[in-house]
């Protein structure tokens, strides 16, 4: 009987013995054998979630440090009815921040009979910024406040083209934002999060994005855009443009459209008119390009200031008559009578005895059909139709001259014009004057010289020849007490098939003062229905412009008598 | 029964009686025990101080993120405020208005550089104009000092140079001589 009880005590015991070793066992093979992975990730799947952190975005500012584009969170607002206790509260708090009826709000957090209460009810989004502020610091039970990065443009529309918009996903679309949206954004972290309090978080690290200082003065760009406003309202034109440029460095000083768009509300209204006009779109420049034209026949010795030639009523070219605005011969006519009168059979008889290889050279050395380089998202390069290419005429030569049958975007017309002003020089036009990077170091932007398509001299020369011709005709694009050179232009508007008969672009390219030129400054109107030339539309406008702008850029008048303290 | 002849007495004598064994083992045990509950109670103060230490951290960082939302928010609350469209508007409610090139005089200071701008190229430009200002301030005619003080400076000492100016035009003939 002992003895019988002994062996079954051994046997029980050696089966548990057995039993044990093998839940030893089995604990060993989770904790360090085959098994383990598989429950680390089960385990990391219970207690940490993916994160994926999107450092703040680079903030944008003008020359003068004023704020153009910084972050500001908007939020979602919901609420979880299962952890809400004290309903009536939350209601009315909801209610009155959200604008939302109370009682569809109770209704939302309090079961109904025979109906599932979801875990997550969805209220606002995006809600504003100042509501989610207030719910955060109402620390309400079951309602849930996440926030949302969203980008915010204190200026609202001013300077719209120049800093293009961010989406919702984050991205930077047209402008600087497109541009320089990889700057921006910085390094984006992705990672997990832990639940459990002393469990670290893991991921790789993340990198707030750039800072911009850009080149545009916001002072300048109010001015021109409210000057813009008035223009267009006064000529009842579709569209405007002024553009500002400082010649001597290539900094962009003021780009104004009109319409422009609150970046704040991108997504309202028609897509079309969130590209900037000045670098995304292109015109065909009409008698402006005439400057140019000229500059090129003084640098290749076709001319001098004083020569002359015979303004016949027509010229005929590449087997097409060209006509002057007025339909009318001028008998013998100085260079600068040729520019003061805007004379198309001048222009064309200059590129002709250029030849077509000489002028689309020069041509190619001021720019045209190229991107200049602006550091803004889509820049196009316009067309210039060189002979060789499909659909070149001989007739293209002549209608070039001034400004028919080449595209161009504004600023090409301007930088181009910025040769005129700066000895002969191009510098890249550009809109970021530095960059801080989140670690301390800044790269700043140097003026560099993109090309030199005529000397100094020549530049003088039509410099000369551009305000002889502004002074004779007494302009209204001139200014009291500071002299200036410039052309006007009425461009037609290609259609199929030819031109638009009743709508015109008038502009007017002009810069000064001209002994120490500091700007070069495009108006342009589109279709204006006050007037059609440019020299009534877009003159007056850079006039009043200048006028004030002047002021902006502390630039003495000529005539200015200047006080020396001390003296 | 005859004891056996081996046993001595001194090993009688030591001989642990099996109740202290037993006590010894009893000890050893409950030691352990109590070493065991000790380690324990140690890591689960450890641990606890560990998560009451996180749970903190997340408090502040939560903390730390509202606030950084906050002053977000401030801050382009102040760049709205700061807009020029709406100074413009305030400076003219206030009966400003924008000046005419007729309404500005220029002044120029002589050796006062232009007040201190964002522009870094300007900046640079400035910092090496004054760098070599200060390098060359004797040799240079430039005094870009234009306070109160300089200016009694400037007075007293051309008044002196021009009473020296006038005591050696008047009496240079006899001090030639004395000095000779």
Redesign the interface.
Known sequence: MNTSFNNRLRWLASALFVIGMLLIYRLFAIQFGIDRTYFINQAFQEYRMPVTVRPPRGEIYDRDGLLLATNTPEYEIGISPTLITDHQHVADVLSQQLGMDRDELLAMMIQQEGEEMPPYILLARPAPSIVGQNLLHERLQGVVVEPIPKRFYPQNSMASHVLGFVSYDGMGYYGIEGYYNESLTGQIGVGERSSIPFDESRGSSWQEGATLYLTIDSAIQYLAETTLSQAVRDTGSKTGMIIVYDPKTGEILAMANEPRFDPNLYYEGDTSRLMNPAINTVYEPGSTMKAITMALALEYGIVTPDSTYEDTQTIEIGGRNIYNWDRQGHGTTTMTELLAKSLNVGAATLSWRLGASRYYEGMAAFGFGRPTGIDLQGEVSGVMKVPGDEGFYDANLAVNAFGQGISATPLQMVAAFGALANDGMIMQPHMVLMRLNPDGSQVHYEPTVISRPISARTADQVTTMLRNALESEASSALVDGYSIAGKTGTAQIPIIGGYDPDDFIGSFIGYGPVDDPQFVVLVRLDEPQSEEWGSLTAAPVFSEFVERLVVLMEIPSEDEVIVSAGG | MAKKPDEHWLAHALREAPWRTQTKMTSFVLILIAILVLMGVLYMAQ?SR??????E??VLEARR??LQ??N??L??EI??L????RL?AEAERLGYH????AE???????GVPEPP?????EQ?LLAEFNEALLADVTASPIDPD?TLGS?LRDQTASFRQGLREFFVSSFSAGAGEESE
């Open positions: 641990a560990t998560a009451t230490a996180g749970r951290v997340q993120d509202l939302q906050e977000d928010y801050r382009a760049a709205a700061r807009s020029i469209p413009i924008s000046a005419s090139p500005i005089q220029y002044v120029t200071l002589p701008s964002f522009n870094p190229a640079q234009e200016w």
